[in-house]
């Protein structure tokens, strides 16, 4: 039993004790392996025989199986665990694989923080194991399954590999080792041409390793990729270092406490700009955002959403809360708060970064990905329907073809709809996995839009994406302050004493549907008469009930068990 060693990024490449490993019976009973050592845990057969042979039925997909699995026990031995029901790739043996090293940083609640503080020579010799893009050359074309999960790993490593890297050429700049720095920032522009990180990093380089000029033409050429690939132009903080270089003739030396480059925010300190600038008017598509409403309180909650959103240019955003915490409400007002781009109303510069187009759609009708991701293309694209891909995979990238070149934020509400409940809470349904996809692609590729969402539970997806990406969060909408409650019990038209009000808020967690209904019932049963209430001690109404119902329903069995203990 001998050492097997694969190296899947870049050119594949499998060694058994040093000798190249080849002699599979067909290209599937090689993907079959891949995708085994990649996936790690035990794949069940039923699962491999419809993933393969999609076409066929259970039977014949199972026996095509049956026929590839003496050729891969032939060729690798005790590094395959065959059984009935199962197959997997038996890690307690000796193995050796590249995308194991290269991706267990990414593993921990605090990935990106890691790179700052990972010894240099962690950091290249991972910059050095991503020869290229995951399985670089191979493909099924038949196996169209096997094809979307081989395209969403390749860019889950890409995007790795750009974070590697983007720190890799931080670390060198705050050494001076400027000739290694410009090696790494041109295989990052190889991976991504109109990386904008990377350009500004690739003109520090050169501008302190005294080549001004080719600094100056390093802006350019990046003006000339934004430009060709999303009509944009470059952040004002490289604009403004391309400025310093060509006014000073020299950038001079960096100072030994200046920050590190992040590699999630380098592109976000840029200063505001001195005198107003000119910005295209938001368009907002809103045929589905509820009509203004009166809304209460909630001004600390949209400050700092808006930071997150025009200065921290977060990705993903989700507004999480139980049933009837206002989540909704909450995210229409910042969509008009961003529209009327009020700096008098908000506590943040909104300049920086706002919006050219948002597009609200809800999910209770739960639309499958393909039919939200054609709606979408027709506004941003003005296409007609029959003009659009049909395939999802092209779908999506046409979508970021769009995200990248316009600045757009997506709101999707109740995305509680395409998740499962029970003990499978926080799961996307099995009829909605690709939505999984797309959540992925917004959280780990480069673009310059948003998505908003909101939902009564956080999808699992979504927060190993939070855990591994500053510009991937989440928000807790919880109860209105004291204040609130009272100014909406009596927009509700209850004239009880403020201590009355203030301990029906206090019961019903300042929950803003809850309020709304036990106002309507003291009015109804009670003559308006809020200590009467107080004292009959009934808290929970039908509509209330209702409410709890749909809540409680999401839970899985042993939440429901500690509940009912701690009742």
């Known amino acids: 039993m001998g050492i097997l060693s694969l190296r899947l990024l870049g050119d594949i490449q499998i060694l058994h004790d040093g000798a190249l490993l080849d002699g599979f019976v067909t290209r599937k009973a090689q993907a079959l392996l ?37 050729n891969l026990r032939k060729l690798l031995g005790e590094h395959l ?7 997997a790739f038996n890690t307690c043996v000796p193995y050796e694989l590249d995308v194991e090293f290269f991706a267990d940083l990414f ?25 290229g893009e995951f399985l670089h050359g191979f493909d099924i074309p038949d196996v169209p399954e096997f094809e979307e999960w081989l395209v969403l790993e390749r860019e889950s ?68 990729v934004l430009r060709t690939e999303f009509d944009a132009e470059p952040s004002a903080e490289m604009t403004a270092q391309y400025n310093r270089i060509k006014l000073h003739g020299e950038f001079g030396t960096l100072r030994s406490d200046a920050p590190e480059i992040h590699p999630e925010n380098a592109a976000l300190a840029a ?31 949209l400050t700092e959403l808006t930071q997150w959103f025009l200065v921290d240019q977060a990705r993903v955003v989700g ?11 909450l995210a229409a007002e910042l969509v008009r708060a961003i529209q009327q781009q009020d700096n008098g109303a908000l506590a943040v510069d909104i300049r920086l970064a706002p919006f050219t187009q948002i597009i609200w759609r809800s999910l209770v009708n739960a639309p499958s990905l393909s039919t939200l991701l054609m709606a979408w293309l027709q506004l941003l694209s003005d296409q007609q329907q029959d003009q659009l891909p049909t395939m999802v995979s092209e779908q999506i990238d046409l979508l970021f073809a769009h995200l990248r070149k316009k600045r757009c934020l997506l709101i999707l509400d109740n995305l509680e709809s395409i998740l499962s ?92 549907l809850a309020l709304k209904i036990v106002a309507e019932t003291i009015q109804d049963l009670f003559g308006g008469d809020v200590e009467m209430l107080l004292h009959d001690r009934t808290l929970v109404f039908d509509d209330i009930r209702a409410v709890l119902d749909q809540q409680i329903n999401r839970l899985s069995s042993l939440e429901i068990e500690i509940l009912c203990w701690l009742a």
């Open 319 to 329: 507004l999480l809360g139980t049933g009837g915490t206002g989540k909704t409400l």
């Open 271 to 301: 200063p505001l700009p001195e005198h107003p600038v000119h910005r295209q008017e938001t368009v907002v598509v809103s045929g589905e955002m509820p009509q203004p409403t009166t809304f209460y309180g909630r001004q600390l909650e």
């Open 157 to 224: 490593l890409r995007q790795q590999a750009i974070h590697i890297l983007t720190a890799l050429a931080g670390r060198y700049l705050q050494l001076e080792n400027y000739k290694a720095g410009l090696t790494v920032t041109r295989r990052l522009l190889e991976i991504e041409p109109w990386y904008e990180i990377a350009h500004q990093q690739q003109m520090l380089l050169l501008a302190m390793s005294g080549q001004r000029t080719a600094a100056l033409a390093q802006y350019e050429t990046c003006c000339a």
């Open 81 to 87: 665990k065959i059984d009935h029901r199962a197959l």
């Open 34 to 70: 891949l995708y085994l050592v990649t996936k790690r845990s035990p794949q069940p057969r039923a699962k491999i025989a419809s993933l393969f042979w999609p076409e066929m039925s259970e039977q014949n997909a199972r026996n095509n199986l049956r026929r590839i699995l003496p």
């Open 107 to 131: 593993a921990g609640p605090s990935a990106l923080d890691d790179l700052t503080t990972m010894p240099l020579e962690q950091l290249e010799r991972k910059a050095e194991l991503y020869r």
């Open 421 to 512: 409940q029970g003990d499978q809470t926080g799961a996307f349904r099995d009829e909605y996995l690709d939505y999984e996809y797309f959540f992925r692609r917004m959280g780990e590729t480069e673009h310059r839009s948003c998505l908003l969402f909101t939902s009564r539970e956080l999808p699992m997806s979504m927060a190993r994406l939070e855990r591994s990406y500053p510009r991937v969060r989440s928000y807790m909408v919880r109860g209105l302050d004291a204040e609130s409650c009272v100014r909406l019990l009596r927009a509700e038209g209850l004239n009880g004493a403020q201590h009355e009000l203030l301990d029906l808020g206090q019961r019903y967690s300042g929950n803003p």
